[in-house]
């Protein structure tokens, strides 16, 4: 247990990504490790899910949309930022202290964000001025998963299962007790391609 005068002196840095994109980069990343395995019965370390569980992903979707219904499933549950910031500000640590970034908003206005930045931790950021943090990770490849590829029901499926979270993490972060660097936070892009913006879904509260 951290002792409370411990607690409101720490500070947190949280950088968001929008949750269909989060989650589809998960998997990815696992089928990649799936892949080194051999039998598809194999567990996946970390996933609760066999090999075999990741050899599509809008079945994979499905599976666990209708798993969460029953019973609290992780890696769903990674993208329900509220929840998380909630009992984070609500329980453990002020809100003041932790100051929350888009992940886009951090790429594309890098120079302030490090401002926003070094004013929050109380830092000098010269060093790092004249830089930027370029997306790293948009190789073409033939087992490469975008979002554009997938069928227009799973995106639809996991923007409606995100999306009441998403509308509760927008107002938390414009309620008061936010730190004074607090970037506005933009609304997610939408991950279907359309032209909405990420909004609200009807989504049963699983409480853990």
């Not at 209708?66 to 509220?82: A, I, N, Q, V």
């Not at 995100?162 to 938390?172: I, S, T």
Request: overall charge positive; hydrophobic content about 35%; glycine content about 6%.
């Amino acid at each position: 247990t951290i002792p409370a005068r411990i607690r409101s002196q720490m500070k947190f840095i949280v950088v968001l990504r929008e949750p269909v994109s989060r989650d589809l980069s998960w998997f990815k990343q696992h089928r990649w490790i799936a892949g080194q395995l051999k039998s598809a019965d194999a567990k996946v370390a970390g996933t609760g899910f066999r090999k075999r569980d990741f050899d599509d992903y809008d079945t994979f979707v499905s599976a666990r949309i209708t798993k969460m219904k029953k019973t609290p499933e992780k890696s769903l549950m990674r993208g329900m930022y509220h929840r998380q910031l909630r009992r984070r500000v609500r329980n453990y640590f002020p809100r003041r202290n932790t100051i929350v970034f888009s992940m886009d908003t951090l790429i594309a206005n890098f120079t302030d964000s490090l401002d926003r930045l070094g004013s929050f931790l109380e830092l000098d950021t010269q060093p790092w001025r004249g830089r930027d943090l370029p997306h790293e990770n948009d190789h073409p490849g033939a087992h490469k998963i975008r979002l554009s590829d997938l069928r227009p029901k799973t995106c639809s499926t996991l923007r409606k299962f995100f999306g009441q979270q998403v509308d509760l993490l927008y107002k938390l972060l414009a309620s008061e007790g936010s730190p004074p660097q607090q970037p506005p936070f933009p609304r997610f892009t939408d991950p279907c391609g359309g032209a909405a913006q990420v909004e609200g879904g009807e989504v049963e509260e699983v409480e853990t």
